[in-house]
């Protein structure tokens, strides 16, 4: 029995990553469909567990389909940006207006019916900042608008907005060889800038992976704690389900391989090269 075999028999609840494990920007990973719909024929329980925000759950799970992968329904989709609107549902005050940064499609991620949802370079005042991605809007602008409208808002009541962040990274492998900021480095950003000339900080809540929340949800929607994730990125997959104690299983089909791993909390307890299950 290989160990991708072994790990499904000792867990009864698989935690799949989207990007770089299922699919990639060309379509499906190799052996990614027929595995999904191993786990299907199976009765297994899985989720996919993404930071992905530009979308929502069901735009997600269409995504998927499109590319081959048969998941077997939108609520098997957990991502960052469904949490932050969760969030905002939940605890903040209805009528409040949340400002994003991200590309458009953001809006409809966060739309409860009752906030006032703009993007951030479009208001002059919000209430509460979310942080959701790192591309699609001009970033130096944007971010000053942020920083501006802060400071707005702390000489109007003395109060900085809070902010939600949907993906704490704060750089990323955009492939072998190029690097990225992710929306993480924002808040850094903001932080720095507003202890310089405030000497405050603005309170942040983390959400997407490593963020113990979304682990909590799929703990939660499964209902189940014999939990393993598999994840092609040590510092957002792997590192979160460490710290949140399941299992963790490194596959080597997206950004990381074995040459990155190193003896930290991100170390794996797995590494598998790909999603190939022998008997299918
Ligand atoms: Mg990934």
């Given amino acids: 029995?290989?160990?991708?075999?072994?790990?499904?028999?000792?867990?009864?609840?698989?935690?799949?990553?989207?990007?770089?494990?299922?699919?990639?920007?060309?379509g499906?990973?190799?052996h990614a469909p027929q595995f999904v719909d191993y786990l299907n024929r199976r009765d297994k329980q899985?989720?996919?567990?993404?930071?992905i925000c530009g979308d929502t759950?069901?735009?997600?799970y269409d995504r998927l389909l499109r590319n081959?992968?048969?998941?077997?329904?939108?609520?098997?989709?957990?991502?960052?940006g469904s949490l932050v609107q969760a969030y905002m549902r939940d605890h903040v005050p209805k009528g409040a207006t949340v400002a994003f940064i991200g590309p458009q499609t953001c809006r409809a991620v966060l739309e409860t019916g009752s906030h006032h949802i703009v993007s951030c370079?479009?208001?002059?005042?919000?209430d509460v900042l979310a942080l959701l991605d790192d591309e699609g809007f001009p970033f130096r602008e944007t971010l000053e608008a942020a920083l501006t409208i802060y400071l707005r808002c702390f000489r109007n009541g003395g109060q900085l907005p809070l902010m939600l962040l949907a993906n704490s990274d704060r750089a990323y492998p955009?492939?072998?060889?190029?690097?990225?900021?992710?929306?993480g480095i924002f808040v850094t950003m903001l932080d720095e800038a507003l202890k310089k000339l405030l000497g405050r900080s603005p309170d942040v809540l983390s959400f997407g992976k490593p963020s113990d929340r979304m682990f909590a949800e799929a703990k939660r929607r499964s209902g189940d704690s014999s939990l393993m994730m598999?994840?092609?990125?040590?510092?957002?997959?792997?590192?979160?389900?460490?710290n949140f104690g399941i299992t963790s299983a490194l596959v080597l089909t997206g950004l990381n391989s074995r040459q990155h791993i190193t003896k930290d909390a991100s170390a794996p307890n797995y590494v598998i090269d790909n999603l190939y299950i022998a008997r299918m």
């Fill in 1 to 26: 029995m290989g160990t991708l075999e072994r790990l499904l028999a000792d867990h009864s609840t698989l935690l799949l990553d989207v990007m770089g494990v299922l699919i990639n920007k060309n």
């Fill in 28 to 30: 499906a990973i190799e």
């Fill in 46 to 51: 899985y989720f996919v567990l993404t930071n």
């Fill in 57 to 60: 759950e069901i735009g997600i």
């Fill in 68 to 80: 081959g992968i048969p998941l077997v329904s939108p609520e098997r989709v957990i991502s960052a």
């Fill in 121 to 126: 370079g479009e208001t002059e005042l919000f």
């Fill in 174 to 183: 955009r492939n072998s060889d190029n690097y990225a900021f992710g929306s």
């Fill in 230 to 242: 598999i994840g092609d990125q040590l510092a957002t997959d792997i590192l979160g389900a460490n």
